[in-house]
């Protein structure tokens, strides 16, 4: 078993007195889809913005690489290898796909301050985004507006953003929100596709896309974990069927 | 990308034509011309903060008038400086101020950046107007203009305004091409970046606060620049140089012109220095026109109320030009 | 005991000031408006005073007739002028309202024109009090601070317990909401903005008989306020209170220790918080 490339051990946020998550530990490995499920408040999207960097943590310890991230800022943990795509959608909207691209393809360049050449003079930028932008299948629309792509392409342009800056574990957070079933599904490939290669944590509502896509599940109610392992554990789990699964949701 | 600067030929139409004022124009307005010149390199200084990467300085005279202040410390009472010694030694102090005050104010953001570099420099007005350092509130006289001369030859002849003239001309010249390349280049791209979405720039690996003090800290040093125009010409420094009022204005200058285009920043500078003329002039306004500031306040509010988003832009829309693609393809949507 | 009349001055100063900051902070934390012509307020009503007392004969009858002018050009200016600047960019409003403080200080100028003017203390506080048996303080000082001291408790409570004050607070988190609630947010702002003008103006008042009556005073405290709400924070009375008394006491011992160099005390306060806690006092991280 290689090591896992992302450990996290007793992560915990408190806003006052409340904690939004509680005592969190899990692995993802390379090559392996972990999704995190659960209700609304269970803490999920707090959980990804402690790793992402966006929110600091209140206690406990997040290993990327070997190396603690907990206290450091987004860009360094980005540089790291930590992409992460946004629940809400957070692209440049003023940019054409390509430029989103460039930009974030940019971010590796390692002399940031030149001002003696043209951005547009970087080839090795340019073929990294314009590689991540066919990753996703959004080639065509490189010259496009990113404000002008339709709601799943912006979604695909999202990840293609976090593509282009290289990184070795994605963060996943609701990359389905607000999709049609044929975007849904391409996008399903297409994490399917990258699940091959990178480590991915993803947060997800759509109970069909976790269960074809997670080799393992964690689910999360009230800031803890309520089960985790393979998917046909956590469906036959009694206790996840009663808090999450069960009564209503009748798609398993 | 988008235009953030005219058109190859209108630059150049507009270089020759500037280049052919003195020759046609009058001492008074040849001065009145630097003037100008030197303002728009000041309106520049200040755009590339505002309108490329979004941070509101609200005390950038801070570093035009320290400039401004070092010349006249360090000039000799009754010679004439050496130009080439002190305007890099101008140029760096506002540069190092910039340094230090950026540290403390880019790290905050919104409202707070604006009111703390409000704060700052009024830290450096006081500095001046109370103490002994710069002579107070009465100020110093620069009795000499620097002079140009190097290895034994002397370009130009800085008490002849046309040839003080061609200087200013020369530097605007410098600064905008500057800029312009700054801008095209990977760390002007990521400037635009932060404008448009800062949290987004973080998470894809920037450093977003050291590219911030970048800029900051080029911008101060080219306000330097301009600080150190403006003394030379007019001889003469006091605390007012640093004073919030012109802070205020060459914000002024950069909105109204339109914020985010290089020639917005020129256009405006312009626009005000020309406005102040007209308006302080006894002939249009007679004996009220010392209250000037009146007119020029009520006209912003107008502005500000009538034209969301600037003069430039007003007139590009007025006059119809086209936006150009970058040949690579790498097409920027234009936004409102 | 030189320093124990300084300490007082220095918490009068802190208080006068926290009248003025608090109106802008309020301002801000509920509309969202930067307003740079605050200050161009606090400068109004020391020329109202000035004016006012004049024909009247007195500054008692000045102050009330000065408040309800005050409010009411500040109702003027919010329904033509700032309610358009709400939902525009901070960019924007910074420049209109320089233009403001142009037009007020060129005004100030054509109908009073630049001379310093003084306002009589009114004579039943025009006495000092004994400290010490060398020392004295004078009376009028220590009434400003108490004014002062009663405004804050009272903008407190009104805060706080009562249901206009809750319906500002909600109106300030949540527009909308509040809108929806049957909450006349256009009503509420009109008002806040009034009584923020009438604070800041009532402060010149008061302030009017000891800073005497200037040119350039409002713009002088206004940056003065702009470092009260960075360091005390956006919105937060508390902070703003807090902030003041701080500036009050650097503003004291500078003035103590190097007195040219007084003047630069405040912003090295300034800085100092900046490098510790760039998000301001008495927000919590």
Redesign the interface.
Known sequence: MTEAILQVRRLSKNFGGLAAVDDVSLDVEVGQLHAVIGPNGAGKTTLINMLSGDLSASAGSILFRGTEVARLEPERRSRLGVGRSYQKINIFPGFSALENCRLAAQSREPRPFNWLRSAMSYEAILTNARQALSAVGLANQADTGAATLSHGEQRQLEIAMSLATDPKLLLLDEPLAGMGTEESSHMIELVSGLAQTHAILLVEHDMDAVFRLAQVLTVMVNGKILASGSPEAIRANREVQIAYLGGADDSL | ?ETITLPRAALIVSVLLLAAFPLIAATFYVQLGAKILIMAIFALSLDLL?GHTGL?S?GHAAYFGLAAYVLALISPKYEAASFWFTLPVAMTAAAAAALIIGF??V??A???F???T???A??LY??F????LGGGSDGIYITVRPDLTIAGIKPLDLEDPVQFYYLALLSIIAVYALLN??L???????L??IK??E??????????F??KL?AFVLAGALAGLAGYLAACQFGFVNPEILA?HQS?AV??MV??GG?GKLHGAVLGAFTYVLLQEVLSAPTLLGT?AK?W??A??????LI??AL?HGLAAWIERAGGWHKRK?V????????D | MFYLIQLLNGVQYGLLLFLLASGLTLIFGIMGVINLAHGSFYMVGAYLAYWLAKITGSLWLAIPLGILIALALGLVLEITIFSRLYKRDHLYQVLLTFGLILIFEELRSILFGDDVHGVAVPALLDYSVRLTDTLSYPVYRLFITAVCLLLAGAMYLMIHRTRLGMMIRAGSSNREMAASLGVNIRLLFALVFAFGTALAAFAGMIAAPISSVFPGMGNQILIICFVVVVIGGIGSINGAMIASLAIGFADTLGKVLAPEYSGVAIYLLMAAILLWRPQGLANKT
Request: charge should be positive.
């Open positions: 990308m505002v509101v609200l403390l104010v790290r905050t919104g409202v707070y604006i009111m703390a409000l704060a700052f009024q830290m006081s500095l107007h109370d103490t002994k390349q700054v095209h280049a990977p760390f002007g791209r990521a635009a970046g448009a979405n949290s987004r720039m973080r998470s894809i690996g920037y450093p977003v050291a590219y970048g919030w205020g914000l002024m909105i109204l914020i009220y209250h500031q009146l020029l306040g009520s006209l912003i509010v500000v109320l969301p970058h690579s393809g790498a097409a920027q949507v234009s936004h």
